[in-house]
C-alpha cells in the first residue's frame, strides 16, 4: 500500500520579467512516497529550484495545491508554516548558507534549538552527527575556515538534525568539485538508506540525477518521470 506523504496537484507558477510574464511550471503532478528517493532533472532555467521551493513551502504557486500528510500546504499561516518547515523539511542548497560568525557547532544547533530543544541537547546531538563524517575536530571552527566540502557536509547534517519527514537538495553538488561532489552524495545516499529518509533532489548535472531511484525531467515547465 502507499504511503504519500506530500503532492503537487496541478501547480502552476509565472514570473514578470519586465511587461512579460514568463510560465515556469505548467500543471506540475507529482506525488512523493514515504521513503522514495527522487531526482528531477533539467536545464537551468527550466524551473526546478521553482518547483523545490514551491514544494517545500517556501514559495507560493500561482494555482494547485501542495499536500503534505493530507493537508493543503499553503493554507497555513505564515507563523505556522515556518514552524512545519523547521520540524518537518530539510533544505540543502547550492551555497551551504551557514552562519559566519556561529561556530560549525552552534550552526548545527540552530534546528533544534529553534523547535524548543535545549542547548545541552541540541549541542549533544550536532557532536554526534558531527562525528559520524569525521568532522569532530572542526566543531569550535567558523564556516570561513572550512574547505567547500566541509561546509557542505555541515550544510546536509543541519538540514537532517530534526529527523525531518522531507528532504531537499537544490543543485547540492553545484559548487564542488568532482571529489566533494561525491562525498556528499554518497552521505545523501547513506542517509536515505539507513534513515529511511525521504529525499528530492534537483539538478543540470545527469550523473547526479540518476542516483534517483525515480528520475524525472523538467522540460517548458511540464514534469515527466523518466520509464525505467
Do not use: W
Amino acid at each position: 500500500m502507499s504511503n504519500v506523504i506530500t503532492a503537487l496537484r496541478d501547480v502552476k507558477k509565472s514570473f514578470l520579467s519586465g511587461k512579460e510574464e514568463i510560465s515556469v511550471l505548467q500543471d506540475v503532478n507529482l506525488e512523493i512516497e514515504e521513503g522514495d528517493f527522487i531526482t528531477i532533472s533539467g536545464p537551468s532555467g527550466s524551473g526546478k529550484s521553482t518547483l523545490l521551493h514551491i514544494l517545500g513551502g517556501l514559495l507560493h504557486p500561482d494555482s494547485g495545491e501542495v499536500i503534505l500528510q493530507g493537508k493543503s500546504l499553503y493554507k497555513y499561516p505564515d507563523q505556522r508554516l515556518a514552524k512545519i518547515r523547521n520540524e518537518k523539511i530539510g533544505f540543502i542548497f547550492q551555497f551551504h548558507h551557514l552562519l559566519l560568525d556561529f561556530t560549525v557547532l552552534e550552526n548545527l544547533a540552530i534546528p533544534l534549538l529553534i523547535k524548543g530543544s535545549t542547548i545541552g541537547k541540541a549541542y549533544k546531538e550536532a557532536e554526534k552527527l558531527l562525528a559520524l563524517v569525521d568532522l569532530s575536530g572542526r566543531i569550535y571552527a567558523k564556516p570561513r575556515t572550512l574547505s567547500g566540502g566541509e561546509r557542505q557536509r555541515v550544510a546536509v547534517l543541519r538540514a537532517i538534525i530534526n529527523h525531518p519527514l522531507l528532504l531537499l537538495a537544490d543543485e547540492p553538488t553545484g559548487d564542488l568539485d568532482r571529489a566533494h561532489a561525491s562525498v556528499i552524495l554518497q552521505m545523501l545516499s547513506k542517509i536515505h538508506k539507513e534513515r529511511g529518509m525521504t529525499v528530492v533532489l534537483v539538478s543540470h548535472n545527469q550523473r547526479v540525477a540518476k542516483m534517483g531511484e525515480k528520475t524525472y525531467n523538467l522540460i517548458e515547465g511540464r514534469l515527466k518521470r523518466n520509464e525505467m
